[in-house]
Each structure stands twice: as C-alpha cells, then as structure tokens.
C-alpha cells in the first residue's frame, strides 16, 4: 500500500510540474469553463467573515484565497498550501500584492502547522490527488479550531443519465485537447482517471463522518459535475 501512494505522490508531481503554467486553462478544459462559477458559489457557501482565519490546501493559482480575501474586504489572513513548489510561486505572483496570505509548500496528509489554527479549511480540486483521504481529512480536523468549518470542492459523479452520457464522452477527448492546445496529454489522462474513480457525494461524506467531522453535507452543481461538501468541528 506504501508504494502505491508513493507512485500516486510520484504522479500528481509529475503531472502538475508539467501543466502548473496553465494551470487555469486546464481547469477550463476539465470544467468547460465554468470552474470559475462554481468557485465564487464555494466561497459564497463559506459565508465569509472579517478576521477569520483560511488555510486553503492545494491552493493551485489562487482562486479560492483571492475570492475569500476580496469577500472580507481584504480584513482576514490566509495560508495558502500546495505540495508542487511551481504552483505555490505562480499563487505568490497572482496574490503578491495581499499583505496578510502566506505560502507553504506542503501536502494534504502532513500540513505542519499547529492544532487549531483556522477558522475555515478548504480544498479545491486537490482531495482526489491526495495520497490517503483519510489521513488528508484527518489532518484538515486537526488544524481547525471548535466551531471550524471543512469544504471541499472536488469533481463528484453526475446524476442525471443524459448529463453523465455527455461528459463522460467529453472527457475522452480532454487528453487529445489538452495535447493540442497545452502541448501535454498523459497528465489529462490522469485527471479524467482520477475523477472516474474518486469518491461518490454520499462515500465521501460517510469518510467525513469517520474522521469526526458533523453536519456533513453536500451540494451538487451543474447536475453533480462537482459537489461541495461541508463538515464542522465541535
């Protein structure tokens, strides 16, 4: 089992130090192009509040923290986390100009910060790239203060039929697009992988539930393309 995470860490490296320049453009391609809506409804469901304290894992360019800072009148601090060390630089240029968010090159299963520490705990996009869910979920409970808030937007499974049908032969053609216009196809063909065989919106709240987290719940949007899930800890 060891090796096979070490292989998955080995991959998800492998495949974000090829794509981390357009990064943004790969979220266009696995979303058709709509990853930028379903952000600004995540950060609306956080309900943010002034001088509450967000680690946001696999932080990527910096979506989510540059949604949260502006949505608290830039009166809040930030910890933005990723374990590609080419990602993190390209969220220090996009975010360079914020005073109060950090950086850290760090993963999901071992954040090395203190036991509650923040006030909200995202991950967006990341969860299914992680070694070990469970570990990743139990490191996110730790770093939250009582009364700290999980969510989690991540790729789900599709519910309607006809929906599922359409991405799903979309999907196939993610790689080939992404050969074309990035100029690098196997990382698609890991991302489309990873989605096919992440969790389900009820798997993954029944591992929040494992892992301490209440009120779990979940959301989905475009008809289950992606859900968000929520979880506290009291």
Request: with cysteine; net charge positive; hydrophobic share 35%.
């Amino acid at each position: 089992m060891d090796q096979v995470l070490q292989q998955k860490k080995g991959v998800v490296k492998d495949v974000f130090d090829k794509v981390f320049k357009k990064y943004d453009l790969m979220n266009d391609l696995m979303s058709l192009g709509i990853h930028r809506i379903w952000k600004k409804d995540f950060v609306t469901m956080m309900n943010p509040s002034n001088k509450k304290k967000l680690i946001d894992v696999a932080c990527g360019t910096g979506d989510i923290a540059k949604l949260y800072i502006e949505a608290t009148n830039k009166n809040s601090s930030i910890l933005c986390i990723d374990q590609n060390t080419n990602m993190i630089n390209e969220c220090k240029k996009n975010l360079g100009k914020y005073k109060n968010i950090k950086w850290k090159v760090s993963n999901a299963e071992k954040l090395n910060v203190p036991d509650n520490s923040f006030d909200f705990y995202t991950i967006s996009f990341g969860l299914r790239n992680t070694k070990n869910i469970n570990k990743s979920l139990k490191e996110a409970y730790r770093v939250l203060k009582k009364g700290g808030k999980f969510m989690c937007l991540e790729f789900s499974k599709i519910e309607n039929n006809n929906l599922d049908i359409f991405y799903k032969n979309y999907s196939r053609l993610i790689p080939e697009i992404g050969g074309v216009i990035v100029g690098q196809k196997k990382p698609y063909e890991y991302l489309v992988k990873s989605i096919e065989n992440f969790l389900d919106q009820k798997q993954l709240v029944e591992k929040m539930k494992k892992n301490n987290f209440v009120k779990c719940k979940y959301r989905n949007l475009s008809g289950g393309i992606v859900a968000i899930h929520s979880g506290w800890k009291i």
